[in-house]
């Protein structure tokens, strides 16, 4: 069963990568019906609320959580749902997304780091190799003849803060038996209401950046659904469940993925290029997951013939 479910952890955060990495184009495209970066998160989680409530009542029968996890929930759902997504779609107003991108994904090492000084958890040299590799990739997506703003580079640097607090709060989730679509039912539904408060109050006090606003045509509330149900009810879903199944160490790893996809979607649909540093990037990114799961295979391995030993004596 626990090798079943680390096979599943590494599809599930694989699979989330890839459909995160269609989140720049989606908003990008939401932004020209005039929403601004703060309401495009807030619609992420309220449009996703009927879809992840119907699913969670037809995998729990119920919506009741142990009011104990509330607490848990709301810290997750400030990092991972309103915090990261804000900071990360306000940096490309200042930037290119592949280049935001290079900033935000300096979490996979932060999550190394964190665990280590903040909840002692052991990190293994194979652990430091993948990410050493991982962010030697993202890093030659870079385009070094782009204009580096420094608003954008530090919003977006924060959003790997965020996301790596967000990652390590997963990890040490005590309540994990609450189902993927229950888990980000209350995540959305916390991140909703926190977000409406603060767009309304934004309104109230003429801070129009912060304001909400509506998409114009259907097509962009169409984008906005499309965005709900891709990002919200399919990644998130996947990458928590996997975080759950095989920590946040290898999750992040296994999530540069995304980059990859962002790009090769920028290939397909904006007319974009893959530069010869892009595509060794993208080998490098791939590399690092493959090296990650080699490296728990052998330690696997390992382990279960010290068990057998063990058991001969």
Not at 10 to 35: C, N, R
Not at 95 to 111: D, E, G, N, R
Not at 121 to 137: A, D, E, L, P
């Amino acid at each position: 069963m626990k090798k079943s479910k680390f096979l599943q952890g590494y599809i599930f955060v694989i699979v989330s990568g890839a459909l995160f990495g269609l989140m720049p184009l989606m908003t990008k495209y939401i932004y020209t019906e005039g929403v601004n970066s703060l309401s495009v998160v807030f619609l992420r989680n309220a449009l996703s609320l009927p879809v992840l409530g119907l699913l969670a009542l037809i995998q729990c029968k119920s919506l009741k959580v142990t009011p104990k996890a509330i607490p848990s929930i709301t810290a997750v759902a400030m990092t991972g749902c309103c915090l990261t997504p804000f900071l990360l779609f306000s940096s490309y107003n200042y930037m290119a997304s592949s280049a935001a991108t290079i900033f935000h994904f300096v979490y996979p090492a932060l999550v190394v780091v964190g665990g280590l000084l903040f909840f002692k958890q052991k990190v293994s040299v194979g652990t430091i190799i993948s990410v050493i590799i991982c962010f030697t990739g993202i890093c030659m997506f870079y385009d070094p003849k782009a204009t580096l703003n420094l608003t954008g580079s530090a919003i977006a640097l924060l959003s790997g803060v965020a996301y790596a607090a967000y990652v390590l709060l997963l990890s040490v989730f005590k309540y994990k038996e609450i189902s993927g679509f229950l888990f980000s039912f209350y995540i959305s539904l916390t991140s909703s209401l926190v977000l409406l408060a603060i767009c309304l109050v934004s309104g109230a006090l003429n801070i129009s950046d912060f304001a909400l606003t509506l998409p114009k045509s259907i097509s962009g509330w169409g984008m906005c659904f499309l965005l709900a149900v891709v990002v919200n009810v399919g990644a998130v879903v996947l990458f928590q469940r996997g975080t759950f199944y095989i920590g946040g160490q290898r999750a992040t790893i296994l999530s540069t993925i995304e980059p990859i996809t962002s790009v090769f979607v920028g290939v397909l649909f904006l007319n974009e290029t893959i530069t010869p540093l892009g595509w060794v990037g993208s080998f490098l990114v791939i590399l690092a997951s493959v090296l990650i799961a080699i490296f728990d295979a052998a330690k696997a391995k390992n382990e279960k013939e010290e068990e057998t030993s063990t058991i001969a004596q």
